[in-house]
T-cell receptor, first 110, second 115 residues
Framework: GQSLEQPSEVTAVEGAIVQINCTYQ??????LSWYQQHDGGAPTFLSY??LDGLEETGRFSSFLSRSDSYGYLLLQELQMKDSASYFC???????????WGAGTKLIIKP | DAGITQSPRHKVTETGTPVTLRCHQT?????MYWYRQDPGHGLRLIHY???????DKGEVSDGYSVSRSKTEDFLLTLESATSSQTSVYFC??????????????FGPGTRLTVL
């Protein structure tokens, strides 16, 4: 079957760095995406990795290891506005579907 | 922001009644999706469409039907609503590509309560 695992909740301090992990078991893997969702809001796209390695976009970076079926989202210089849920999602291929993890709630303390 | 609207934004209905949710896009994207989001489950795909009149089932399609008669509109119908269908429903759109992330853009969501 298809499955993605990520921690349900992570707590960090404002200004710190936090890493949110995602492991997956899917067939037909094309790439791993990350989305952010604030409470009461809609998910918004953050990043996508198709190849092994690190992709950096400002304070956010995303990493993928295809051989380990593993990726992570790295958030630096945490701000209170980063408090949100973060979802990893696998792109499987030709039908453009995404398979979603259950989400990680990031709690940031002052 | 991608032009996606959902209507209604909130709805309370009773068990056994039919309900239709509408998703409207102004981006001319080919792919449209309906998800439901429940605590602890993340986003689960109900149905998706890859073109006008072309739809397919997702992982939780039982009790739901969809229609897409125009590129811009994707309707989700609960033929006979049940309390288990109380959820937040999101519509999403994406462009078709042969490579790339196929970023999905989400509407604001519809909160449906079935009593």
């Amino acid at each position: 079957g298809q499955s993605l695992e990520q921690p349900s909740e992570v707590t960090a301090v404002e200004g710190a760095i936090v890493q949110i992990n995602c492991t997956y078991q899917t067939s037909g893997f094309y790439g791993l995406s990350w989305y952010q969702q604030h409470d009461g809001g809609a998910p918004t796209f953050l990043s996508y990795n198709a190849l092994d390695g690190l992709e950096e976009t400002g304070r956010f970076s995303s990493f993928l290891s295809r051989s380990d079926s593993y990726g992570y989202l790295l958030l630096q210089e945490l701000q209170m506005k980063d408090s949100a849920s973060y979802f990893c999602a696998v792109k499987r291929g030709s039908n453009y579907q995404l398979i979603w993890g259950a989400g990680t709630k990031l709690i940031i303390k002052p | 922001d991608a032009g996606i609207t959902q209507s209604p934004r909130h709805k309370v209905t009773e068990t056994g009644t039919p309900v239709t949710l509408r998703c409207h896009q102004t981006e001319n994207h080919r792919y449209m999706y309906w998800y439901r989001q429940d605590p602890g489950h993340g986003l689960r795909l109900i149905h998706y469409s890859y073109g006008v009149k072309d739809t397919d089932k997702g992982e939780v399609s039982d009790g739901y039907s969809v229609s897409r008669s125009k590129t811009e509109d994707f309707l989700l119908t609960l033929e006979s609503a049940t309390s288990s269908q109380t959820s937040v429903y999101f519509c999403a759109i994406s462009e078709s590509r042969t490579s790339g992330s196929d970023t999905q853009y989400f509407g604001p969501g519809t909160r449906l309560t079935v009593l």
